[in-house]
Each structure stands twice: as C-alpha cells, then as structure tokens.
C-alpha cells in the first residue's frame, strides 16, 4: 500500500548522496517560491539521511522523505508522481560508464523523466527523457520549471512514449528476439 503523497510532486528514488546532486533538488524546495502547490518525494538512503529526515518534518508538504522502501512500492511510486527526477550531473568521469538502472525503471513507469545526458547512456534514449540545455543546476531547475508547467495531457504523452520505447525495444522479450536474430544472421553467413 502507498503512502499518502502529495497532490503533485517530483519524485526520486535511488542514493540520497550529495555526488549524485540531492542535497542541490532539496535544496530548490526549501524554497517556497520554487514551484508553489508541487513536492519533492525521496525515497533511498545514504549521507544526506538526517538532513533530508529534519527538512521533511519542518516542511511536510514540500519534501517528503519515505526513506529506503521495497522496490515494488518505488515501483508504484514511479507510476504515481507527475514528474521523476535524476539530478545526477555527467560532470563527473564515472559518468561515461554509467548507465543509471533507474534510467529503465523510470522509463518503463511511463512518468516523464527530467535528467541530464549521461556519456554512458545510449543517444537513442535521450528523445524520451526532458533534457537540460546544459549541464549546470541553473539549467536542471530551469527543465523542471518548463516540465512542471507543461499539461497533464503533455507530460502523460511523452512518458507513454518513454514506456512504449522500453516495452517495444529493451524488454527481455525484445533483446531475446534481438539475440535469435543475431545467432540466426552469423549461423547463415
């Protein structure tokens, strides 16, 4: 079962680490003025714990903290928030290797992704995913104000097409049929 959640929120789910640009999205719903009526819901754990934890209580309505949940419950919660959100910049070397799991969750909830372009996540996913101009914080919070404003109707639409993208090309059934196909090609040549 969920846990009561705001009316409209972002959520993130995965480390609660400063590398990985929290503590800077935590820092925006501090504010008041940043996004009135929206939340940020975090679920995971790590080093900004406590920090994330006292903020939570003193403003219950703009962040919520679940803490680290059952994989099938941030599942859910992915389907359920209006916006998800990976702060993570690609300024970091480590980026060009990675390719953040959430990446696929998130897209296959069908919730409309806001993150930057990671060097180790193929190009041909970036037209599913609401990307930053550049790759600074003023450019990640200006994405999330443009995303935040757009209709229910738009951001439904574009994460339907994310979903449909995983579902018809990265699914176990689709890389299986990819691999026959493959084995089939080499065996007749």
């Known amino acids: 079962m969920l846990p009561e959640l705001p009316e409209k929120f972002f959520l993130y789910t995965g480390a609660l680490e400063s590398r990985y640009g929290i503590d800077v999205l935590v820092d925006w719903f501090k504010d008041d003025n940043f996004l009135p009526g929206w939340s ?17 209580k003193s403003k219950p309505k703009r962040v919520v903290f679940l803490g680290q949940v059952k994989r099938n419950i941030a599942l859910e919660l992915q389907k359920h928030a209006d916006i998800l959100v990976n702060p993570r910049s690609p300024i970091d070397a480590y980026t060009a290797y990675s390719f953040p799991s959430k990446t696929l ?39 999330l104000l443009e995303v935040a404003s757009l209709s229910n109707q738009s951001r439904f639409d574009f994460g339907q097409k994310a979903k449909n993208f995983i579902l018809f090309n990265k699914s176990p059934e689709s890389q299986g049929k990819r691999l026959l196909n493959f084995l089939i090609s080499i065996s007749k040549g």
Do not use: Q
């Open 40 to 56: 940020l819901v975090l679920c995971g754990t790590g080093g900004l714990d406590a920090v994330i934890s006292k903020l939570a």
């Open 105 to 143: 969750e998130y897209m296959a909830s069908g919730t409309p992704i806001v993150m930057h372009k990671l060097d180790g996540i193929p190009s041909e996913y970036f037209d599913y995913m609401y990307l930053p101009k550049s790759v600074t914080h003023a450019a990640l919070k200006e994405t």
